[in-house]
Nanobody, 115 residues
Framework: QVQLVESGGGLVQTGGSLRLSCAAS????????MAWFRQAPGKQRELVGVITNSGSTTYADSVKGRFTVSRDNAKNTVYLQMNALKPEDTAVYYCNARDFLTYYWGQGTQVTVSS
């Protein structure tokens, strides 16, 4: 069973930065892609950004130009660098990995942006 463990969340002021990490218990080469999702209170979980096995990335319009997804294959870790944070970025952030039709989720890490 693959485990994903997120870390790096916390409280930050508007305009600040945070870097989230997602450490996998298996080689991330096995995954077709890895992604970050977020869920704010009372809202549906939404996709933030995706990185494929080849390193290609896509982002939600709301975070383009501010967030960057990257991966370190040697460490089996995916990152989410978040800059210019806004109060509307406040949410629980989840790491996701896709192995064909199987999806794995982390437990989530809270990000709170104060105004």
């Amino acid at each position: 069973q693959v485990q994903l463990v997120e870390s790096g969340g916390g409280l930050v002021q508007t305009g600040g930065s945070l870097r989230l990490s997602c450490a996998a218990s298996a080689s991330i080469f096995r995954f077709n892609d890895m992604a970050w999702f977020r869920q704010a209170p009372g809202k549906q979980r939404e996709l933030v950004g995706v990185i494929t096995n080849s390193g290609s990335t896509t982002y939600a319009d709301s975070v383009k130009g501010r967030f960057t997804v990257s991966r370190d294959n040697a460490k089996n870790t995916v990152y989410l660098q978040m800059n210019a944070l806004k109060p509307e970025d406040t949410a629980v952030y989840y790491c996701n990995a896709r192995d064909f039709l199987t999806y794995y989720w982390g437990q989530g890490t809270q990000v709170t942006v104060s105004s």
